[in-house]
Nanobody, 122 residues
Framework: QVHLVESGGGLVQAGGSLRLSCTVS????????MGWFRQAPGKEREFVAG????????YSTESVKGRFTVSRDNAKNTLYLQMNNLKPEDTAVYYC???????????????WGQGTQVTVSS
C-alpha cells in the first residue's frame, strides 16, 4: 500500500515563503514520477509542478515559474515544493501525487496525499 503524506502548509503573509514536503512510503524500491497540484475553493484542481523519477524536468506551470521550485530527495523518498514570493491567489489545498506509470506532467497520477492547506494573506 502506497502512502503519501504532505506537510509544511500554513498561514503566511503575501511575499513570504513556505516549503512543502511529501514523503512516500510503501513502494520505495523504485522512484516514481511526482507532482504537486492545488485546489482553491470553488475551483478545479490544477497542476503546479512536477519532477520525473530520474530527476528530469522539473516542470512548473506558468503562474508559479520563478517563484516555486520543485525538487526531490530519492534517498529520503521525499518531494519538496519551495514557494517564494507567495501571493493571495496561491491560497489553496496543495496535494502531492505519484505514479510509476507513464503520463503527461498534468496526469494521470495513481496515488495522492491528503493535502495541506496554504493560506496567503494580503
Amino acid at each position: 500500500q502506497v502512502h503519501l503524506v504532505e506537510s509544511g502548509g500554513g498561514l503566511v503573509q503575501a511575499g513570504g515563503s513556505l516549503r512543502l514536503s511529501c514523503t512516500v512510503s510503501g513502494r520505495t524500491l523504485s522512484s516514481p514520477d511526482m507532482g504537486w497540484f492545488r485546489q482553491a475553493p470553488g475551483k478545479e484542481r490544477e497542476f503546479v509542478a512536477g519532477i520525473m523519477r530520474n530527476g528530469g524536468g522539473p516542470y512548473s506551470t506558468e503562474s508559479v515559474k520563478g517563484r516555486f521550485t520543485v525538487s526531490r530527495d530519492n534517498a529520503k523518498n521525499t518531494l519538496y515544493l519551495q514557494m517564494n514570493n507567495l501571493k493571495p491567489e496561491d491560497t489553496a489545498v496543495y496535494y502531492c501525487a505519484a505514479r510509476w506509470s507513464v503520463g503527461a506532467w498534468s496526469g494521470p497520477y495513481d496515488y495522492w496525499g491528503q493535502g495541506t492547506q496554504v493560506t496567503v494573506s494580503s
